[in-house]
T-cell receptor, first 113, second 114 residues
Framework: GESVGLHLPTLSVQEGDNSIINCAYS??????FIWYKQESGKGPQFIID?????DKRQGQRVTVLLNKTVKHLSLQIAATQPGDSAVYFC????????????FGQGTILTVHP | DTAVSQTPKYLVTQMGNDKSIKCEQN?????MYWYKQDSKKFLKIMFS???????INETVPNRFSPKSPDKAHLNLHINSLELGDSAVYFC?????????????FGSGTQLSVL
């Protein structure tokens, strides 16, 4: 889904489908990228990260793709489950901002049984 | 054992009051942070400390004063609370400032200023 006005982007999928969440970043000097999952009432939880010397990294059911040319990051979740429903954030750091993560807007993922 | 723990979980208070939020990490990390999450879920860094030394202060009003008695603790004191301070505040830690690494977040403190 696309964001409208001030609302967070949303993505609704059926259980078992694959999900793709996208993120654009603006800092060309960023060399570290990370995805977090935030469930209601909880803090952000680490999912997967990638450094700028790679363009793909895989975890358990998740894959992160990095396209530095167009400054785009994506998170792919295979066989999405209802427990994957949450807000997903991308974040970046690097250049002169070591130790500081700059977060993207967040995408609400809803998985329907 | 909780890696990054912050208290209280909920904080409801009147405008003009002073309040504190405490944070502790048992991961042995050198660096700790405070992030603010607004009603639109936007997460923004406020402060970072490395081994008790202030590293980042992101133009946060002087009413916010972090204190790090040791590298395992980073508390946040807020004076003269305003309605706009209502948000969820997250503490986080990371191994060091030297290399970019993932942050470990606490479960958040929901502050409501009435």
């Amino acid at each position: 889904g696309e964001s409208v006005g001030l609302h967070l982007p949303t993505l609704s999928v059926q259980e078992g489908d694959n999900s793709i969440i996208n993120c654009a970043y603006s800092n060309s000097a960023s060399d570290y990228f990370i995805w977090y999952k935030q469930e209601s009432g909880k803090g952000p939880q680490f999912i997967i990260d990638i450094r700028s010397n790679m363009d793909k990294r895989q975890g358990q059911r998740v894959t992160v793709l990095l396209n530095k040319t167009v400054k785009h990051l994506s998170l792919q979740i295979a066989a999405t489950q209802p427990g994957d429903s949450a807000v997903y954030f991308c974040a970046e750091s690097g250049g002169t901002s070591y130790g500081k993560l700059t977060f993207g807007q967040g995408t609400i993922l809803t998985v329907h049984p | 054992d909780t890696a990054v723990s912050q208290t209280p979980k909920y904080l409801v208070t009147q405008m003009g009051n002073d309040k504190s939020i405490k944070c502790e990490q048992n991961l042995g990390h050198d660096t700790m942070y405070w992030y603010k999450q607004d009603s639109k879920k936007f997460l923004k860094i406020m402060f970072s400390y490395n081994n008790k030394e202030l590293i980042i202060n992101e133009t946060v009003p002087n009413r916010f004063s972090p204190k790090s008695p040791d590298k395992a603790h980073l508390n946040l004191h807020i004076n003269s609370l305003e309605l706009g301070d209502s948000a969820v505040y997250f503490c986080a830690s990371s191994p060091s400032l030297v290399t970019n690494e993932k942050l470990f977040f606490g479960s958040g403190t929901q502050l409501s200023v009435l």
